[in-house]
DNA sequence: TAAAAATACTCCATAGGTATTTTAT
DNA sequence: ATAAAATACCTATGGAGTATTTTTA
C-alpha cells in the first residue's frame, strides 16, 4: 500500500512501464504487476493503458497531484530526523543571567549560527538560583553563570571577565586610567546580592580578602541598575564584570581594575544525564572554538 | 521503508510493543524487528527501550510529530481518490447561455449540491455556439442551451419553458390575463438573433408558422436586454422564457401566450467520449430527479 | 511490424509466526 | 518473580526476475 506510492508516482511521471521499471531499477513486469495491485486495493482504476500509450485516469491525476509533494515532505521529514538524531536540528533552551545576557551570550549565540545553523534558540533571562533548578528539572538546556563550576552540573567557563570598578564621577579615582585593588581598601561598598547566594558577591570577597582587606559593604542589591545608581548617588563604589561597565550609567566612572586576579569567570552548565544531542554538539563546538587553533577563539578568550 | 512507518506510529503512540503488535494484527517478535530494520535503515535511535518501559528519543519525538498528521492526510487523500473514481468529488464545468443562468442553472447547482455534497462547480456564461465548441474541446463538461438535442451530443432535456410575449404597456393586450399566438398575427417582431443560429428564433418562428402566419421581424438582436428595450420603446412585441419575462422591465408587460405548444426546451447536453465520472454521475442524478416518484421532480418539470 | 504492456512461471528475500531467552524492575 | 523486549529459527507470502504472449498504432 504505502510501499507502492513510489511505484505509482514514477508510473505516472514516466507516462511510460519500462522508462518507471529503470528509474526504480527494477524490471518492467512486477512494475506493472505492482500497479495492478495498487488498483485492485484501491478499487481505483489509475491509469488508462494500450501497448502504445499510457496515461493518468482522472483518479490518477488527482492522486498523483496529491501524493507527490506528501512524498517529497516524507523524504524531507526523514533527513530532518536524521538531522535531529546527529544534533544539528532541533531546538536549544538557554537559560542567562543578566549580565551576561548583552555580552556572554550573543557570542555564544553567534557560534551556535555559525556552527549549528539548522538549531534554533528560546532565552529565559534567570536568576542564578532558578537557572540551576531549571537545568536540573530538565525545563532548559544550557545555563550560563559566574562561578568556575558546580558539581551537581557538567560545566565548562566560556568567559573571564575583567572587572570594572564603578565611581561616583566626584570620586578622587574616577580620572584614573586604571585602578587596583590596593586603592579601593578604604572605600565603602554597594555590593551584589542573590539572597546571599550571589557568585559575584562571593568572588568579591574573596579578592579583596586575598588582597588584604575585609570591604565594608554599606548596601546590597541583586539589580546591577540598582547598585549602580547607589553609586551614582555616592552611596559607595562597586565592582562590576566588564558587560556591566559598557552599558555605562550616568553620573558613574568604570575604570579596569589592573590586578590580573580581578575577573569573573563565565561558565555553561548543562544536565550531565538529561542533555540532548544538540546540547552536547553544541558544547563540542564551543570546546572546539576554544581551542588556540581555531580562529572563533578570541571571542570568548 | 514507507511500510514501517504506521509500525513506528503504533510503537510511538502505545509505548508499548506488545500492545503495538496486537493493534497491527501481528505478533510481537516481527514488530520488534521491524522497527530495529527501521532504525537501521534510518541510521536513527527511535526509542529507548528497556523490557519494563519503552519511550521516544528525542529524534523518535520529531518524526512521530511530523509524520503522524501525514499519514493521516494518506488515509484521507486515498478515500478522496476512491471519491474521484466513483464520480463524487470533482468539479463540474457548467458553460450556460445566458437565458438559464437565473433560472434553469441555479436549479440542477441546487440538485449538485443535495446529491453530490463533495463536487465543486465552475460557471462559464457563453453563447450556444461558442458553449457547443467548448463542450467538443472539453474546456466545459456540461453545456445548457435551448433545443431539444444536437447529434454532437448526448443530451437531456431539463426543462420546459412556458414562453410569453413582452409587450409595451400601452399596448391593447397589455391589460389581459394571457395572450395567445392568434393575438399575436399582426404584431411586429423584436427577435432573437445569434448570427443566424439561434435556437430561440427557430423555435418561434415554428411556432408562428403552425399558428398560421409568417412573423414581420422589425429588429433582431442576441441580447435579452436590448430586444425588451426595443419592446419597451414601441419596436414591437417580443417572445421570450419565463426565466426573461420573470426579470420583468420598466414599459414592458409581460403576458404568459396560452398555446400549449409555446414553450421553449432547455437542455443538458456533453460530449459522450471526454465526459468525467462526475459528469455520468451528474446526469444520473438529473434522471433520477425527473422520475415521477420523485420529489425533487417539479423543479424541473 | 514493432514497441510496449500483460501474462506465465520461477525464485528468493523478507515479513511474520512460534518457541525461547534475556533483562530490568 | 514477572512482564516485556530481544533472539533464534522456521514458514510462507509476495516481490522481483526471465521468457513469452498479446495488443495496437
New binding site residues.
Partial sequence: MF?RLPYFLAVASEQ???RA?QKL??????L??????FEEELGVTL?K??????ELTEAGEFLLRRIEPILKEIDGIIDSTRAVHCGSLGELRFGVIATATYSIFPRLLALLRERLPQATFRLSQLSAAVLKQAVLANQIDLGIVRGAGDPSFRSKIVAYEPLFAGLPLGHVLASSQEVSMQDLKRERFVMWDNNGASAMAAQIHRLCVSHGFEPEVTHRSPQFLAMVSLVAQGCGIAIVPEAVARLGQPGVAFKRISNPDAYSEVSLIWHPQSASRLTQRFVEQVDEARRPTSPALGVLA
Same sequence: chains 1, 2.
Fill in positions: 510501499k511510460h512501464f519500462g521499471a531499477h527494477m524490471s518492467q513486469p512486477p506493472s504487476q505492482q500497479i495492478r495491485r491509469f493503458r494500450t501497448t502504445r500509450n499510457v
